[in-house]
């Protein structure tokens, strides 16, 4: 980017008004002015244009000192709506959010069984056709555990499914004629803990404890989850992987694992697997060694748990993190272990989340040009 070129500037203003408003809430043009460092006549054309583009709408009053009240701008919420899709292992969520990440509509299909790229694509790609066809929106994004092309249309590698090179992205886009983008399922994860919750460590593990496991390393603005198999970390002396491998990680303390062992019931009625011979328990000192392991290589100051499995409550979250201090160096023994604070939600909205940032609010571009 040539910082130099006056329209890169302008996108780049035109970026920080918005992020401001969504900070802040309501402001009048001169305080925005004021806290940008941007001259008055600039901020005025800059809200302008974002209220006739539909971002932004006046209304209210400002109260200043000098007893003159401003005519005040806030986001137009519903100016402009984005669509998150989550295709997870059991369940593929839809939801259309408005731009404060409130959820206006919500769509729950359960995920066949070992889907079929195809088959299940054009379930998707219909179900994101009638949001759009009922609402304007503005942008969509689909969360998965894969590994994802460069441009962001194609899943190079799903982690779970045999599908390889597939443009679910694109053909979402041309059907819909929605501009889509496909994202890792944690690194998703990581923004909406960011967005919703205000998560600002600057250096972090998040581990989505699910169905499956699997890992972000986030350091500052990059966020490496795509390569990463941290539920694959050899933990075990015996227990065949779904993956091929012997002891992993998830054979212990992965939903599908937890559910095989206590012959059939859901990964979710936790209180019947804590009676099946310590299972979970099991499953928390795995966990806890395992993160261990990873905090001595990343130095995480701090790790998040995500995902169905985090939802264990406190007697068991204690068992991981009893597990982690007795293997962990003791300079990081106190690393804390806390569970995502967006609980149940935290799969879900990390799909908005990257809507609202890639097609709206480009936090992360600002984030870099900050730090350059
Ligand atoms: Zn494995």
Redesign the pocket.
């Known amino acids: 980017m040539k910082f130099s070129d006056p329209a890169t500037a302008r996108t780049i203003n035109r970026l920080r008004v918005l992020n401001l408003l969504r900070q802040e809430g309501t402001m009048s043009r001169a305080d925005i002015s004021r806290s940008l460092e941007l001259n008055k006549p600039s901020t005025s054309e800059i809200v302008a244009s974002l209220i006739k583009e539909g971002f932004v709408e006046e209304g209210g009053k400002v109260n200043t000192t000098s007893g003159r009240r401003p005519t005040a701008v806030s986001l137009k919420s519903d100016g402009h709506l984005v669509l998150g899709v989550e295709l997870g292992s059991f369940t593929t969520s839809f939801l259309l959010s408005d731009l404060k990440g409130t959820i206006l509509r919500y769509e729950r299909l359960p995920t066949p069984p070992e889907p079929d790229a195809k088959a299940w694509g054009e379930q998707v790609i219909k179900t994101c056709m009638k949001f759009a066809a009922s609402a304007p929106v503005y942008g969509i994004v689909v969360a998965t555990a894969a590994a994802i092309t460069a441009e962001r249309k194609a899943i190079l590698r799903h982690e779970v499914w045999p599908w390889r090179n597939i443009p679910l992205g694109e053909a979402i886009e041309v059907h819909t004629k929605v501009p889509t983008i496909l994202v890792h399922n944690v690194e998703a994860m990581v923004m909406a803990e960011r967005t919703f919750a205000k998560e600002q460590s600057e250096t972090l593990l998040y581990v989505n404890w699910a169905h499956h496991i699997n890992a972000a390393w986030v350091n500052n603005t990059t966020v490496s989850s795509q390569r990463s198999r941290f539920g694959?970390l050899p933990i075990a002396q015996t227990g065949l992987?779904?993956?091929g491998?012997i002891g992993?990680l998830?054979t212990v303390s992965a939903g599908w694992a937890l559910k095989e062992k206590s012959q059939g019931h859901s990964a979710k009625q936790l209180a019947a697997l804590a009676k099946t011979d310590g299972l979970l328990a099991q499953a928390c000192t795995a966990m806890g060694t395992a993160l261990a392991w990873a905090a001595s290589i990343t130095g995480a100051e701090k790790i998040i748990l995500g995902g169905g499995i985090a939802n264990i409550g406190e007697p068991y979250l204690s068992m991981v993190k009893d597990a982690f201090a007795h293997h962990a160096h003791h300079e990081l023994a106190h690393t804390p272990i806390v569970q995502s604070a967006l609980k149940e939600q935290s799969s879900n909205l990390g799909s908005v989340a990257v809507a609202l940032d890639h097609w709206i609010f480009r936090s992360s571009v600002l984030q870099s040009l900050n730090e350059h």
Do not use: D, L, M
């Open positions: 694959h992987c779904q993956c491998g992993c998830e």
